[in-house]
């Protein structure tokens, strides 16, 4: 993803007039766009785009879109605005203050997504420099689009990088080209074990690419 976010506006269809043509403000109405190089923003939750290899619909769920435990709670979960760039919109990331435990969860439609292709799923999330009691790893479950199920146990959380966006990867599927009756895509992450209070992780959202 190299392109600049555009908010607004896209580059006009090469095909068209010179005329810059307003990016429609409804998600199905932005699937249809026709230009493969631009990445579209809409309203701040949601980031749309095309993969230049395999032409698959891509998607970033920002944090508003996912259902995070105790987020409600500002003693336990600010939500400040965050710029990837200057120029960008900014989204908002869910940042924790301090919470027993962690159970963050959303859902896709996933007929929106492209056939035949594979996708992965993952969280991105930052660890700050001073990050501490998470003693036991992240459990995950992708529920996908043909209703199966995969869990995974992800590794010390305390090992991963500080101060930049890591993905943690929930899970990978495919829809079949045949397939027509298309589940929901659901995931969930949690970690309950631990009784230590936890601090340090600040939530960017999910995202479902190639």
């Known amino acids: ?3 600049p976010i555009l908010p607004k506006r896209a580059k006009p269809d090469n095909t068209s007039s010179n005329i810059d043509r307003r990016l429609p403000r409804k998600l199905e109405e932005i699937l249809q766009y026709p230009e493969p190089n631009v990445e579209v923003l809409l309203d701040g939750q949601i980031k749309y785009w095309i ?4 032409k698959a619909k891509c998607f970033f769920l920002y944090a508003k879109n996912l259902h995070v435990l ?4 500002s003693s336990k979960w600010s939500r400040p605005q965050y710029k990837e760039h200057s120029r960008d919109q900014p989204i908002q990331v869910y940042e924790m ?13 996933a007929k929106k997504l492209s ?32 209703g199966t199920k995969e869990y995974r146990s992800t590794e010390d959380i305390m ?11 929930l899970g990978t599927f495919t829809i079949p080209k045949e397939m027509e009756s298309i589940q929901n895509l659901e995931f969930y992450v949690n970690e309950r074990k631990g009784r230590k209070l936890k601090m340090g992780l600040v939530i960017k959202g999910v995202e479902i690419s190639v």
């Not at 105790?70 to 709670?73: D, F, G, L, Y």
């Not at 203050?97 to 439609?109: H, I, K, N, R, Y």
């Not at 090992?159 to 990867?169: A, D, F, S």
Request: charged share 30%; proline share 4%; hydrophobic share 40%.
């Open 115 to 146: 056939k035949g292709i594979e996708y992965k799923v993952s969280l991105v999330v930052l660890l700050k420099k001073f990050v501490s009691g998470w003693e036991f790893p992240l459990q995950t479950i992708l529920v996908k689009p043909d």
């Open 1 to 3: 993803m190299n392109c």
């Open 97 to 109: 203050e301090t919470v027993l435990s962690l159970a963050v969860g959303g859902s896709f439609d």
């Open 70 to 73: 105790w987020s409600e709670e």
């Open 51 to 54: 993969d230049k290899r395999t």
């Open 159 to 169: 090992e991963k990088p500080k101060r930049e966006w890591i993905n943690i990867q």
